[in-house]
Every structure is written in C-alpha cells, then in structure tokens.
C-alpha cells in the first residue's frame, strides 16, 4: 500500500520546494508539480510533490489521518 500525504509548501527554489510536514520541515521535488506555488498544499508521495490539492482537500486528509492515529493510540 503507498500513501501520500499533504503538505504546505513554505519556500521554493528550482524545481525543490520546503514543506512542512507537522511541524518538520522536508525539501521535496516539484519536477512533476511546476505550478506549485508558496503556500500552496501538495500531495507528497516518496519525495515528490505528485498533485496540488487546496487547502480545504488538504485539511480533509489530515484530519483524517489524525483521527486514524489517534484511533490506533486506543487499542
């Protein structure tokens, strides 16, 4: 199973951007996303920024990822 996940873009050079991925901050590729732009969310999948997702998609995914967590956390 592979799983991306969405991140905010917080500085750009080239085709690398800095993410922040929960308060860690990553450099990823955006080769296969160009029009990604600073303060956009990415879907980030083994390194690379694979789609753009608004803010309101982004914050879907991890609210549920959290609640996937903190599900686990009770068993």
Known sequence: MCLAVPVKITSIEGDQADVDIGGVSRRVSIALTP??????????HTGYAINVLNEEEAQ??????????EAGEGE
Not at 35 to 44: P, T
């Open 60 to 69: 879907e995914t991890l609210d549920l990822l959290e609640r996937m967590v």
């Open 35 to 44: 029009e990604a732009e600073v303060g956009n969310y990415v879907l980030l």
